[in-house]
């Protein structure tokens, strides 16, 4: 079951905050998050795992909440090479390491 | 260090054609991964790698695509023949092994264009 990202897309100016939600109707075991410029690969940000464990860039910040099967990524202080396309990808604890990739946030950071 | 190559960058074909696209890992990963991403959506796992094994291919349309991955490094993924929707860009990724709190690392993919 592909996981439901919310907003769609968002319009920030430089220095304000976003939050981007991903909600799964399974049990959740791990959440990634990825960054996607137009014409680019998706590139890693951060992992949360069930239990509190995370890894990921410094400067990037996100919360799992077990109970709403929810995660969600905050942008603070966003720059403008913030604009991307956001994913988060949901995987099980049985996944192997398979995640079902939501339809992903658009980002847009202006001066 | 060197990170995932894919080729060709871009393809196009017709439809009923047979097209096939490379995939090099970053070394010494042992899971390999191949997505489809249509346009406005996000990857779609089609097969998965650990090693030279499937681990998964559930989501993988066996009538007309298929994938190998020799000697547990380089991969392949055909398809045969070509639909119009098979559009899409497909991507590779690795990472040094299976499970949920591995990173995968992604190739700059291949933008097939079936006409």
């Known amino acids: 079951q592909q996981p439901v990202q919310s907003p769609q897309a968002v319009i920030l100016r430089e220095g304000e905050d976003a939050v981007i939600n991903c909600s799964s109707s399974k049990a959740l075991y791990s959440v990634h998050w990825y960054r996607q410029k137009h014409g680019e690969a998706p590139v890693f940000l951060m992992i949360?795992?069930?239990?509190?464990e995370q890894k990921g860039h410094e400067k990037i910040s996100a919360s799992f909440n077990e109970k709403k099967q929810q995660s969600s990524l905050y942008l603070t202080a966003s720059q403008l090479s913030y604009s991307g396309t956001y994913f988060c990808?949901?995987?099980?604890?049985?996944?192997?390491?398979?995640?079902?990739f939501g339809a992903g946030t658009q980002v847009v950071v202006t001066p | 260090e060197a990170g995932v190559a894919q080729s060709p960058r871009y393809k196009i074909i017709e439809k009923r054609q047979s097209v096939a696209f490379w995939c090099n890992p970053i070394s010494g990963h042992a899971t390999l991964y191949w997505y489809q991403q249509i346009l406005g959506q996000g990857p779609k796992l089609l097969i998965q790698f650990q090693n030279n094994g499937v681990v998964d291919d559930s989501q993988l349309p066996k009538d007309r695509f298929s994938a190998e991955r020799l000697k547990g490094v380089d991969s392949t993924l055909k398809i045969q023949p070509a639909k119009l929707e098979d559009s899409a860009v497909y991507l590779c990724?690795?990472?040094?092994?299976?499970?949920?709190?591995?990173?995968?690392?992604f190739g700059p993919g291949t933008r097939l264009t079936v006409l």
């Open positions: 949360l795992l069930k239990g509190g």
């Open positions: 990724a690795s990472s040094p092994s299976s499970g949920p709190y591995n990173e995968q690392f």
């Open positions: 990808g949901t995987g099980g604890a049985d996944s192997w390491g398979k995640l079902q």
